[in-house]
């Protein structure tokens, strides 16, 4: 059994990936421009604030929604699983723009009128693959359970919220180019996280399988 720090390692890695707060910037800033450093501030800690209580929500009570709409949990691994490699491979060929956000929402986002936690805080940070790989846990029967889904949706909140506050310097160093080999590296690494949830879901759905 893997210890309590690298399972709380591993889980917010994989969220901070999903999450990825950093290919938001340009798109806070662009929204963002004009206003007061303080309000900026201020906006980038309501991101992070929605972000952390979204993640750790899901996580509480994704059990509990799925038995309320008579979902099984390896039914949603395996749901999950696809979005989450849907979302890796466009990451992977650089298309990730196109997969995680529609035209609508990127020009709502951009919005200098509206400074909301739609759509930026959710669903482009707290979107479907981060919520479903939340939502896979399965009944809280001991404490690290509910360290192991507290814990890095808070951590991942407070990163979205630091790197949002430090988003102008942050993007001078994050170019482009950096961009894009950071989305490939962690589009590499989700889609074989992907396999691994669709591979547990399937042993539950086909116990056989897993013979």
Known sequence: MPSMWIILLKKTITLLAL???????????????GILPAMQRQYARLLGVTVGVTLVGAGLIGTEVLNLLGLSLGGMRVGGGI?????????????????????????????RHGYGIVPLGIPLLAGPAALSYMMMHGPLQQTGDFIAIVVPGLVVGAITWAT?????????????AKLNVIERLTGFLLAGLAIDMMAMGLKELFPLLAG
């Open 164 to 176: 949002f506050h430090f988003a102008a310097r942050m993007q001078r160093w994050l170019t482009p």
């Open 83 to 111: 979005i989450v490699l849907i979302l890796a491979i466009a990451m992977v060929l650089g298309q990730e723009k196109a997969v995680k956000q529609t035209a609508a929402e990127t020009s709502a986002a951009a919005d």
């Open 19 to 33: 999450v990825e707060p950093f290919g938001l910037i340009p798109l806070f800033l662009q929204a963002t421009g």
